[in-house]
Nanobody, 122 residues
Framework: VQLQASGGGLVLAGGSLTLSCAAS????????IAWFRQAPGKEREKISC????????TYADSVKGRFVIFSDNTKSTVYLRMSSLKPEDTAVYYC????????????????WGKGTQVTVSS
């Protein structure tokens, strides 16, 4: 049972990038899937969450209107499309999953993927 995040890279400010989070050994049915990020010297921040129950999504204010979380259940993959990127979006991005009825913060997540680095240059 694992998650694999990918798609990070170096992008210019104002650019776009799409991250992928692929599940293996399980399906997303009954899970909340979230994207977190952690910049150097900062706390890990939950930036978006998707409910597999009803497809509802939530976003942190810092990314609302710029990032979109969505899933392809046929591929057991959740994506994070990031647009209008800013230098302050530079961080290691992680995906995580929780089997339950709400989307917890990082301490409550059950399954974590390894991070993928996103660097936004000005």
């Amino acid at each position: 049972v694992q998650l694999q995040a990918s798609g990070g890279g170096l992008v210019l400010a104002g650019g776009s990038l799409t991250l992928s989070c692929a599940a293996s050994g399980f399906t997303f049915d009954g899970y909340y899937i979230a994207w977190f990020r952690q910049a150097p010297g900062k706390e890990r921040e939950k930036i978006s969450c998707l409910s597999s129950y009803v497809g509802s999504t939530t976003y942190a204010d810092s990314v609302k209107g710029r990032f979109v979380i969505f899933s392809d259940n046929t591929k057991s993959t959740v994506y994070l499309r990031m647009s209008s990127l800013k230098p302050e979006d530079t961080a290691v991005y992680y995906c995580a999953a929780y089997r339950g009825t709400w989307c917890p913060d990082s301490s409550g997540m059950d399954i974590w993927g390894k991070g993928t680095q996103v660097t936004v240059s000005s």
